[in-house]
């Protein structure tokens, strides 16, 4: 089983992508914040990050920026997640797959899924 970590400051938002991601035979880790999202990033053996790009502590770009760092964890598939879209356009070398919070948002996270695994 493939684990997936989400990193989202939004309880709400953590519990819909955890329930859309279990609904698929995910494995599911949450972080409420950029800096438990980083731990649990090196305490368990993770296949993806879906990391929300504004978070206190660390942002998702920040966390992004620490496992590009580290041999190992630079390898991880990324998807940065916002309710901002001017997100949207920037190609990034930090993450694989940028998505939109919005009314799509379940088929956009799986094709991401997809896409990336």
Aim: net charge negative; no cysteine.
């Amino acid at each position: 089983m493939k684990t997936i970590l989400i990193a989202d400051d939004s309880a709400s938002m953590r519990k819909l992508l955890e329930t859309i991601l279990l609904g698929e035979g995910y494995g599911v880790l949450t972080a409420d914040d950029g800096r438990q999202a980083l731990k649990l990033a090196f305490d368990n053996q993770i296949d993806a990050i879906v990391a929300d790009e504004q978070m206190p502590g660390l942002t998702g770009t920040e966390l992004f920026k620490i496992l590009n760092t580290d041999p190992e964890k630079r390898s991880i598939p990324r998807i940065m997640i916002s309710g901002h879209s001017e997100h949207e356009q920037a190609t990034s070398e930090l993450y694989d797959v940028f998505i939109s919070k919005n009314l799509d948002l379940k088929e956009q996270l799986l094709a991401a899924i997809d896409k990336i695994l």
